[in-house]
């Protein structure tokens, strides 16, 4: 019995002391390995962390470069002048206006005023105006219809002298076609400055700005750019005959609008093919260029003293 309890003493301590070693070097092999992986993790995980970290401030950097390139965009503002033969929308066209025309008119509303076919060179137009003012003004509704308001009141103040100089007729029906004026170019005179080889009106001397009245009552039939005339009001006369007002700095009336002897129909000026203000004033037996008649002859037919 005691020789078979030292046979099995040894045996279950060198199996003990067996697996302590393993044990041991088990701890010992796993604790080198373990180190190493932890080191390789840091090491791997610290390159995107850096690169992680600068990509907002490159987008940062991208998105301040975009917003001041935006706000340069925004904040150009140029002021074109009207030339001869110009249009709204041949302006908006050379200018690379982005709306267009419409935009155009949009932007410059107060100084074209209700109808986009009257400019008349000299007029000052700016163009990129809203867009710099386009953010406040969405917030703010109260402020965008002030100038629809506004526009309607110039008309008013032109209607109170137009309804004063419809008194200002003689009794058959006729009147001068501006009061006070005197004539400064006559009828018919020739020179190498008009096609015709003459002048085909007379030329009234006023300053910009001086009313104009229909000379007997009529129809409209044509209020807008006249090419050389600039800007002009054609009257059917309810005689048949027709009146021609050139050079106009403001219309009054509108083609089809019927008027009365003595209505105001525009404003004197000097636009179109001119050296001065003055009204050109035609007498026509047709709407037509080159059908003119002798003006002054024919008002002094409906007893108009003229001169």
């Keep these: ?43 791997s995980q610290s390159v995107p962390e850096k690169a992680v970290q600068s990509l907002p401030v490159t987008q940062k950097s991208a998105e301040k470069t975009a917003a001041k390139k935006d ?19 041949k302006i908006a ?34 163009i990129g105006k809203k867009a710099a003012a386009g953010a406040a003004k969405t917030g703010s509704p109260a402020k965008s219809s002030a100038p629809k ?20 007729g003689s009794s ?14 006559g009828y018919r005179v020739a020179g190498a400055m008009w096609s015709s080889g003459y002048h085909t009106g007379v030329d009234f001397v ?7 009245k229909a000379v007997a009552a009529g129809t409209v039939v044509s209020a807008g750019w006249g090419g ?9 006369l309810n005689d048949g005959y027709y009146a021609q007002y050139a050079h106009l700095s403001q219309l009054s009336v509108s083609a089809g609008q019927t008027v009365s002897e003595g209505q105001q129909i525009g404003l004197s000026g000097a636009t179109g093919n001119v050296t001065g203000p003055h009204l050109h004033f035609e007498i026509r037996t047709t709407p037509d260029y080159g059908s003119d008649v002798d003006p002054v002859a024919y008002l002094r037919s409906k007893g108009v003293a003229v001169g």
């Design 1 to 43: 019995m005691p020789a078979k309890g030292k046979h099995r003493r040894p045996k279950s301590q060198r199996f003990t002391r067996s697996i302590a070693v393993a044990g041991t070097g088990g701890a010992a092999l796993a604790l080198p390995l373990m180190g190493a992986t932890g080191a390789h993790a840091a090491t």
């Design 71 to 89: 706000a340069a965009k925004a904040s150009t503002v140029r002021t074109y002048s009207v030339r001869v033969g110009d249009c709204l929308s």
């Design 93 to 126: 066209d050379e200018q690379n206006v982005a709306g267009g025309w419409k935009k155009l008119y949009a932007d410059n509303r107060e100084a074209v005023g209700d109808d986009p076919s009257l400019i008349h060179p000299g007029l000052k137009l700016s």
């Design 149 to 168: 308001h506004s526009s309607p009141k110039p008309e008013k103040a032109e209607a109170k002298p137009a309804a004063a100089t419809q008194s200002t």
């Design 172 to 185: 058959s029906g006729y009147t001068l076609p501006v009061t006070g004026a005197t004539i400064g170019t």
């Design 206 to 212: 006023v300053p910009t700005g001086t009313p104009l």
């Design 228 to 236: 050389a005339y600039g800007n002009q009001v054609v009257i059917k």
